[in-house]
């Protein structure tokens, strides 16, 4: 398994605020690896029931029921965020699946930018819709 060191992460429509570049931690929670914002704002981790998590709160990273704002669906049974199709975000009331959410490896959207300008125009498109913004989801906690 690949620990990435960047991530990229898109999510247009919820929980907007999440959205951008994430660096490797030296540190590791629940056994997996942990990303921060560059802001310093989000983290990327894994959850104790076994799916990757996105929070603004940090100690969501060792509470015994996380909470976030966006969720992989389901365990990730090894899986890396970049590797994960599926995401879901948080209304306040449960948690509902997003198609617009992505995780991208940071390195591979810069080669392609440098290898053909055209074609990763194309590829963030698909990371990066333009549409309208919808408010952004309240904190939930992770389904078991």
């Not at 929670?29 to 603004?56: L, R």
């Not at 965020?81 to 390195?107: F, K, M, N, Y």
């Amino acid at each position: 398994m690949a620990i990435p060191d960047k991530l990229l992460v898109s999510s247009p429509f919820h929980a907007e605020h999440c959205s951008g570049s994430y660096l490797l931690l030296p540190d590791q929670v629940n056994g997996y690896p942990v990303w921060e914002s560059t802001d310093g704002c989000h983290w990327i981790f894994s959850t104790k029931a076994g799916g990757w998590m996105i929070s603004d709160e940090s100690e969501s990273l060792t509470a015994p029921d996380s909470s976030g704002l966006i969720a992989s669906v389901g365990r990730h049974k090894g899986l890396m965020p970049h590797q994960i199709q599926e995401w879901q975000v948080g209304d306040g009331e449960g948690w509902h699946i997003d198609q617009s959410i992505g995780i991208a490896l940071l390195p591979d959207v810069l080669s392609q930018i440098q290898q053909s300008p055209i074609a990763a125009r194309a590829s963030i498109a698909t990371l990066y819709p333009i549409q309208s913004k919808v408010q952004s989801p309240a904190r939930v906690r992770y389904p078991d």
